[in-house]
Every structure is written in structure tokens, then in C-alpha cells.
């Protein structure tokens, strides 16, 4: 079923993998139980939300060089409020499934709906659902050769620009998830001019800063990450981690039932949270979800990101090809400092990729922050931000509140 270079795209990499594997935390209340069914792993993003009761709209985005990119619509599900629309972006190796894996009465999109907010959520380049160009093939190295810098410089703002157009409104408000805050600081810090079409941004985890993490395995990972890079390019591998038809069923093969202890050991050491809370059930749908595909450009910028906690553009390691790629050996830094838009900062102190000592120093740069949140549950890990299941009582509500608190209602 698998030939020798699929088997490398997710074999050699299984150690990042296991890195950003989403859980979900139980906290042993029947009344948080999500309203999923194992079926949901074989559903697309659209599918899910048509299945759940929610009208769904799907658009084509273009970016300035060249890519066709996926974006889903769930309108307002009553009419007449005055409400600004609102655009959310996805994590690291995933997709707009974020933010409806977890069933209506829980799933962000769905709140942001039933309480009369236009939902948009982008699915940026490379994912499942964003593999076209208008000249290149999804197999050359061309369409591969990007990293979340080029999300953000283009893909942010083609879906800002385009909400905005389909909505005929000034402005929008922002909702990013862990990598999703990273591409929105590169699209404000490198186009300014879009700070203005911003009401406020609303960060889950922002992961700007990634120098200070607790996971021993996590370190292992980032010292080795040089390495599997160089090896999945000789052998011109240029797609990490690349979602497939039968995932689900692969993934199930992988991990079963004798050792799922282990498995969510190996995934709770580096995300954080407690094995024993594992939802099971969830984590067989997710599977089915997750991972979804980037560039192994990309899997390096982020692992630039931990080892050097510097803001800045990917470092090619050869200050020649800096040179001539930047006009300096130097890798250029972001500039924080024009990020002008308002913003909201939530954060976990059992956040076990994004410490919430790298939030503070974030916060410290932020001229214009307007409230900063850490989520009362002290274990409340990375990915909870979209799968806990208390996530709506420990972030959403809040969250929520203060989305209707911006739009003055």
C-alpha cells in the first residue's frame, strides 16, 4: 500500500510528529462530553458542519504568488446583529477542522455562529484542503518551497482582503491558534497597512516566542531537527508528514489498544496534561484529521523557532545563501513593534510547547495590549486550546465575552 518514499515522509519525521499530536484532557464531567462519533474521522471539514446542522459555504482564495487556498464559510445563524465578521486561522500541521472537531455546543466555529458572528476559517498552503497553484504541480519542490513566513506574508492577508470584500465591512476580527499567531504577527509586521482592518486579535497560545519549553523529548527532537531535514531533502522530499486516505486506519494499526499507555505518554511528555485523561475516542477521531500536511521548510523554521527564540525568517544555515537571499548574513528580524492592532493574549500555565514565560516576554513588547488571560486550569495543555473538554468553560466563555465586548454590544 505504501511505497518506500511514503513510508520515509512519515516514518523519519515520527519523532516531530509526536510533538504536536493533539489529545484531549477529561475531566471526568458527563456533562462535557463531546456530541462526536467515530464516523467523523472519515468526514471533511464541510462535511462535518453540514452533518452537525450548520450551512457551510467553500471559496477559493487566491494568494499574490499563486496559490489556491480553501476557506470556509459557516454565515451567522440569525440575521440583523451588529457584528464584525470574524476569521480564524489554524495550528501547525493542521486545518480549519480546529476549530469543529469537537461537535457543535463545544466547537469554536459553531459558538462564533449561534451567536450571530460570521465565521471564516482559512486553511493555509500545503494542507489538505490547500494543494493547487496556478502554475506549479503539488509534486515539485517549487510548490513545496515555503514556510510559515510565506503563510503569513501572503496567505493572511489574501484572506483578510477577502472576507472583507465578501462581507462589505472595514474591518474583521482575528481568532489564531499557535501557529495561527505566528503568520498573523509576520502578515502586521511585514504589511502594516492591515493592522487597520483588524477590530482585535484574539491569540490562543501565541507562539512568537518558543525558546523556554519543559519537554525532555521535545529537546531531543529540536537538536535533531537539522539532521531529518537534510535527510528528507536528499532525498527530495519536500512534504511533511502529508495527510492520506487511509490515515485513520493507519494510525489505529499504530497505536492500539496494549499500548495506548505508552503513546500517550510519549504525547502527553511534550504537550502536556495528564495520559490518564485521555479521551480516547476523540484522539481516534483527530487521527483522522491530523496531521494534514506542510512543507519540511516549514517543520525547519519551527524548529529554528525553538532552538534560537529569535522572531525572524527562516535561516538557510549558509550565510552565502543569506546573502544573496536577504542582502546581509543576517537573518532579518520581525518587528513586533509594528504589530499596532488590538490584542488579546490567552495562555496556559501547563502549556507544555508555548511556556507562558515566552508570553510574558511577548507581552512585555506589546504596545497595545488589551487583556492578557491565563486559563484557570493550571493543567490545561497546548492542544486544549481546540480539544480540551472543558475548553468552552476555561477559554471560550471568556473569549466570547470579549468579542461582544469589542463589537460594543
Not at 472537531?101 to 466547537?107: Q, S, T
Not at 529569535?310 to 546573502?323: A, K, R
Not at 500555565?349 to 507581552?363: A, F, I, K, P
Request: aromatic fraction near 14%.
Amino acid at each position: 500500500m505504501f511505497g518506500g518514499k511514503m513510508l520515509l515522509k512519515m516514518f523519519g519525521p515520527v519523532l516531530l510528529l509526536c510533538s504536536v499530536v493533539p489529545f484531549v484532557r477529561s475531566i471526568g464531567n458527563k456533562s462535557h462530553s463531546f456530541l462526536v462519533v467515530d464516523e467523523d474521522a472519515l468526514l471533511t471539514t464541510p462535511q462535518l458542519i453540514r452533518k452537525y446542522g450548520y450551512e457551510v459555504e467553500e471559496h477559493e482564495v487566491r494568494t499574490e504568488d499563486g496559490y489556491l487556498l480553501a476557506m470556509y464559510r459557516i454565515p451567522p445563524r440569525h440575521l440583523g446583529s451588529r457584528r464584525y465578521p470574524i476569521f480564524l486561522m489554524h495550528s501547525l500541521l493542521s486545518t480549519s477542522a480546529d476549530w469543529v472537531l469537537i461537535g457543535r455546543n463545544h466547537g469554536l466555529a459553531y459558538l462564533l455562529a449561534d451567536l450571530g458572528y460570521d465565521v471564516w476559517m482559512g486553511n493555509a498552503r500545503g494542507n489538505r484542503y490547500s494543494r493547487k497553484h496556478e502554475r506549479y504541480a503539488i509534486t515539485s519542490v517549487e510548490f513545496w518551497d515555503f514556510t510559515w513566513h510565506e503563510i503569513g506574508l501572503y496567505d493572511v492577508p489574501a484572506f483578510i482582503d477577502y472576507v472583507l470584500k465578501q462581507t462589505d465591512s472595514r474591518k474583521l476580527h482575528f481568532i489564531g491558534y499557535s501557529q495561527g499567531t505566528i503568520v498573523v504577527f509576520v502578515a502586521l509586521s511585514e504589511r502594516p497597512e492591515l493592522n487597520e482592518k483588524l477590530v482585535q486579535m484574539q491569540l490562543l497560545s501565541p507562539a512568537i516566542y518558543l525558546k523556554e519549553f519543559d519537554s525532555f523529548l521535545l529537546k531531543l527532537i529540536v537538536m535533531s531537527c537539522d539532521e531529518i531535514v537534510a535527510r528528507l531533502t536528499a532525498s527530495q522530499i519536500y512534504e511533511f508528514t502529508p495527510y492520506f486516505e487511509y490515515q485513520y486506519f493507519f494510525f489505529k494499526r499504530l497505536c492500539p489498544s496494549p499500548a495506548q499507555r505508552v503513546c500517550r505518554l510519549v504525547i502527553f511528555d511534550v504537550v502536556g496534561g495528564y495520559p490518564e485523561n485521555l479521551d480516547v475516542k476523540l484522539l481516534r477521531i483527530l487521527l483522522g484529521h491530523f496531521p494534514a500536511g506542510v512543507s519540511v521548510k516549514q517543520i525547519h523554521h519551527v524548529c529554528q523557532l525553538f532552538r534560537d527564540g529569535i522572531f525572524q525568517q527562516y535561516d538557510y544555515g549558509n550565510p552565502e545563501i543569506n546573502l544573496q537571499r536577504y542582502g546581509s548574513t543576517q537573518v532579518p528580524k520581525y518587528n513586533v513593534s509594528r504589530v499596532k492592532a488590538p490584542v488579546r493574549i490567552y495562555y496556559s500555565y501547563g502549556d507544555r510547547l508555548v511556556n507562558y514565560r515566552n508570553v510574558l516576554q511577548l507581552q512585555q513588547e506589546l504596545s497595545n495590549l488589551v487583556s492578557s488571560y491565563p486559563v484557570p486550569d493550571k493543567r490545561f495543555g497546548h492542544s486544549d486550546f481546540a480539544y480540551g473538554r472543558n475548553v468552552k468553560e476555561m477559554l471560550y466563555d471568556e473569549m466570547l465575552a470579549n468579542l461582544e465586548q469589542a463589537d460594543g454590544l
